[in-house]
C-alpha cells in the first residue's frame, strides 16, 4: 500500500527550488507503467495530535498551527507557511504513520511523500517541518508493535533531525549515509555515520553500504526499518555533490529492501529529496525504488 494525497503537491511560488510537481507524476508513472494499481494507493487523514505530540515540542507545535512562525523560521524551514501548508504536513505524518501501520501485515509500504529527518523537536528546516519517521517509529513502540525500529537514511543530506530526536533512545538505531561536504553545516550524531567525499561514484559507495548494514547487525536487531530514499545521491543532482548513476541508485535500493527481506522485518520507505535538473530524472530515480521494492518484498 502506498500513501498519497492531492494536498501533497502543495503550490509553491514560481522558481522554488523543491520539485513539489514529483509528487503529482510519480504515482501517475507508477499507474502508466502498471508497476501498480490504483486501488493500492490510500489517502491519509491528518495525523492525531497527540502522535506527533510524543516527538515535538508543544509550544513548536502550537505556532505551527496558528501561523506564528517568524519569517527567519519560516525561511530556514524552506517554506512560507500557510494553512494549506501546515495542513500538508500532518497529513503526511499521518501517511507514514498509516504505512507503518499496514506494514505490520503487509510488509512493505510507501509513502509518497516524507522522509522529513531534517526536523528537530522544535524546529523545522531543509523543507522539512515535523519528522514523519521518529513520529511513526514512536507510535509503534508506544503501541508495542516492535521493539526495536531502524532508520535507514540514505538522503544526500545527514538526517541531523532524526539523528537528534533519537539521541537517548536505545529503541530506535539511526544509520545516516551521506556527502561529508553538504549540508548540514553542523551535523548531528547518528548511531553510525558513514560520510563521503564529493564524487562519490556507484561502487565505492555501494560497498560503503553494504559494510554499513553489516555494522548495523553487530550492535541492534531491528524489528522494522524505515527507509528514506532520497535520490539526490545522482550525479545529476543540483543539491547532491555526489556521483551515483540511475543504475546505481537503483542497485543502493535493491540492497536495502534484500536487507529487509534477509532478516525478515517490515519496511517502510518515503522518498526524500531530489533535485536534479530534469524532472523526469527524479521521477525515474523514485519510481526505480517502487519498482525494486516490489519486486524483493512485494
Same mark, same amino acid.
Given at each position: 500500500?502506498?500513501?498519497?494525497?492531492?494536498?501533497?503537491?502543495?503550490?509553491?511560488?514560481?522558481?522554488?527550488?523543491f520539485p513539489?510537481? +514529483?509528487?503529482?507524476? *510519480?504515482?501517475?508513472? =507508477?499507474?502508466? %507503467?502498471? &508497476?501498480?494499481?490504483?486501488?493500492?494507493?490510500?489517502?491519509?487523514?491528518?495525523?492525531?495530535?497527540?502522535?506527533?505530540?510524543? $516527538?515535538h515540542?508543544? /509550544?513548536? @507545535?502550537?505556532r505551527?498551527?496558528?501561523?506564528?512562525? !517568524?519569517? +527567519?523560521e519560516?525561511?530556514?524551514?524552506?517554506? $512560507?507557511?500557510?494553512? !494549506?501548508?501546515?495542513?500538508?504536513?500532518?497529513?503526511?505524518?499521518?501517511? !507514514?504513520?498509516?504505512?507503518? %501501520? *499496514?506494514?505490520?501485515?503487509?510488509n512493505?509500504?510507501f509513502?509518497?511523500?516524507?522522509?522529513t529527518?531534517?526536523?528537530?523537536?522544535?524546529?523545522? %528546516?531543509?523543507?522539512?517541518l =515535523?519528522?514523519?519517521?521518529v513520529?511513526?517509529?514512536?507510535?509503534? =513502540?508506544?503501541?508495542? @508493535?516492535?521493539?526495536?525500529?531502524?532508520?535507514?537514511?540514505?538522503?544526500?543530506?545527514?538526517?541531523?533531525?532524526?539523528?537528534?530526536?533519537?539521541?537517548?533512545?536505545s529503541?530506535?538505531?539511526?544509520?545516516?549515509?551521506?556527502?561529508?561536504?553538504n549540508y548540514? =553545516?553542523h551535523?548531528?550524531?547518528s548511531?553510525?555515520d558513514?560520510?563521503?567525499?564529493?564524487?562519490?561514484?556507484?561502487? !565505492?559507495?555501494? /560497498? %560503503?553500504?553494504?559494510?554499513?548494514?553489516?555494522?548495523?547487525?553487530?550492535?541492534?536487531?531491528p524489528?522494522?526499518?524505515?527507509?528514506?530514499?532520497?535520490?539526490?545521491? @545522482?550525479?545529476?543532482?543540483? *543539491?547532491g555533490?555526489?556521483?551515483?548513476?540511475?543504475?546505481g541508485?537503483?542497485?543502493?535500493?535493491a540492497?536495502?529492501?534484500?536487507?529487509?527481506?534477509?532478516?525478515? $522485518?517490515?519496511?517502510?520507505?518515503?522518498?526524500g529529496?531530489g533535485?536534479s535538473?530534469?524532472?523526469n530524472?527524479?521521477?525515474?530515480?523514485?519510481?526505480? &525504488?517502487?519498482?525494486?521494492?516490489y519486486?524483493?518484498?512485494?
Amino acid at each position: 500500500m502506498i500513501a498519497f494525497h492531492p494536498i501533497y503537491v502543495h503550490e509553491l511560488p514560481e522558481n522554488h527550488r523543491f520539485p513539489m510537481e +514529483k509528487y503529482d507524476l *510519480l504515482p501517475r508513472q =507508477l499507474i502508466h %507503467e502498471g &508497476t501498480i494499481e490504483e486501488s493500492q494507493f490510500f489517502a491519509p487523514s491528518s495525523i492525531e495530535n497527540r502522535y506527533v505530540e510524543a $516527538v515535538h515540542c508543544g /509550544n513548536y @507545535l502550537q505556532r505551527l498551527r496558528k501561523l506564528e512562525m !517568524t519569517k +527567519k523560521e519560516q525561511r530556514v524551514s524552506g517554506f $512560507v507557511h500557510n494553512k !494549506t501548508l501546515i495542513q500538508r504536513e500532518w497529513t503526511i505524518m499521518e501517511g !507514514t504513520r498509516k504505512a507503518a %501501520e *499496514l506494514a505490520m501485515t503487509t510488509n512493505i509500504c510507501f509513502n509518497i511523500a516524507g522522509g522529513t529527518h531534517h526536523a528537530f523537536s522544535d524546529r523545522g %528546516e531543509g523543507f522539512c517541518l =515535523l519528522n514523519d519517521q521518529v513520529i511513526a517509529a514512536q507510535w509503534l =513502540l508506544d503501541n508495542k @508493535l516492535v521493539s526495536n525500529v531502524l532508520i535507514i537514511d540514505l538522503d544526500v543530506h545527514q538526517g541531523n533531525g532524526s539523528a537528534a530526536l533519537c539521541a537517548n533512545s536505545s529503541h530506535i538505531y539511526t544509520f545516516s549515509m551521506h556527502g561529508k561536504n553538504n549540508y548540514p =553545516l553542523h551535523k548531528q550524531r547518528s548511531d553510525i555515520d558513514i560520510e563521503l567525499d564529493d564524487g562519490t561514484k556507484d561502487m !565505492t559507495y555501494l /560497498n %560503503e553500504l553494504k559494510m554499513g548494514l553489516e555494522r548495523i547487525m553487530k550492535h541492534f536487531e531491528p524489528s522494522f526499518i524505515f527507509y528514506q530514499a532520497g535520490v539526490d545521491v @545522482l550525479e545529476s543532482d543540483k *543539491l547532491g555533490r555526489l556521483g551515483l548513476s540511475l543504475k546505481g541508485c537503483k542497485e543502493r535500493d535493491a540492497i536495502v529492501f534484500d536487507f529487509s527481506r534477509q532478516i525478515e $522485518v517490515p519496511i517502510v520507505t518515503t522518498m526524500g529529496g531530489g533535485y536534479s535538473k530534469e524532472i523526469n530524472t527524479i521521477v525515474e530515480a523514485h519510481a526505480n &525504488t517502487y519498482r525494486c521494492g516490489y519486486d524483493i518484498r512485494g
